[in-house]
């Protein structure tokens, strides 16, 4: 289980300090599917980035399975069991896809076992074996390839910051299964950044960032109409209901 205990993170720009993310607690149970939504700015990515390891927290502590991870740098938390999938991921160039795989999984995968990886983000995995993953790859082949280094191992938790970001409407189709499979054999925590109602509609829980703060977390068809209805337009009316965590 991930344990989140008043995280904030503070940066400072120009002398001048700017709190990104305000007391922010929540968690994910084991083989639970937690959504993380809310408007543009309001800190989701920033929330992911803390839990991967890239920032450092001002405050708070990041407990997974009882371990206090909160200074653990990226690798460690990677051998702690989290997996992520950037919301822009990183290229590497003079590397295959074949070898990022390789490496994600942490021993040299056989071909067919990365064409059956490629083949579930929806990549035709004879054309992408020996690309290079650079510049030349797209936006939405390289988050699909990035998507499938996620899945080639379990994890306790995987964390996939806007997966539907640059995605055509058919190989969405298919990340949503590939989330419903998992999520259907709870073997894995999902944290999941997403605008997607398809996406939101799968989670057991909600949660919406704004402003830095939670202003809302609760079961799916709790939190559901508010980012249906009127309050979606209006993000000020979900800061006036308080947080409710
Ligand atoms: N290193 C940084 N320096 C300056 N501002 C930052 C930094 N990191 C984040 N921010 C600011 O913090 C706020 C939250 O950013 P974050 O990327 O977490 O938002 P988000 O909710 O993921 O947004 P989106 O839905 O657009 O992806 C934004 O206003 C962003 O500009």
């Known amino acids: 289980m991930l344990k989140v205990e ?12 700017q709190e990104i993310l305000k ?20 800190g989701k990515s920033t929330i992911a980035k803390l839990m991967m390891g890239l920032y450092k927290a001002t405050e708070g502590k990041i407990w997974l399975d009882g371990q206090d991870i909160t200074s653990l740098p990226i690798y460690e938390r990677a051998k702690a069991g989290i997996g992520f999938a950037f919301q822009q991921p990183p290229r590497f160039k003079g590397m295959t896809v074949r ?8 021993t040299d995968l056989p071909k067919h076992i990365c ?3 490629l083949s579930r983000v929806g990549l035709c995995a004879e054309e992408y074996l020996d690309r290079e993953v650079d ?6 082949e390289m988050k699909r390839i990035e998507i499938a280094t996620v899945l080639v191992k379990k994890h306790k938790l995987c964390i996939f910051d806007e ?7 058919w190989s969405f189709a298919m990340l949503v299964e590939e989330f419903q499979k998992l999520h259907t054999e709870k073997k894995e925590s999902l944290l999941l950044i997403s605008h997607q109602e398809r996406i939101i509609q799968m989670a057991d829980r909600v949660m919406i960032i704004d402003g830095g703060q939670v202003t809302k977390c609760g079961p799916t068809q709790e939190i559901l109409p508010y980012l ?13 209901q308080g947080a409710a965590v």
Not at 99 to 106: D, F, H, P, Q, T
């Open 99 to 106: 070898r990022l795989l390789s490496l994600a999984a942490g």
């Open 115 to 117: 064409c059956g990886l």
């Open 6 to 17: 008043h995280l904030s993170y503070e940066i400072e720009e120009d002398g001048k300090k």
């Open 228 to 240: 249906t209805g009127e309050a979606i337009s209006h993000p000020q009316c979900l800061k006036n």
């Open 163 to 169: 997966p539907e970001a640059g995605i055509d409407l």
């Open 23 to 42: 007391d922010v607690s929540f968690e994910v149970k084991d083989g639970e599917m937690l959504v993380v939504t809310g408007p543009n700015g309001g």
């Open 135 to 140: 510049a030349t790859l797209s936006g939405g």
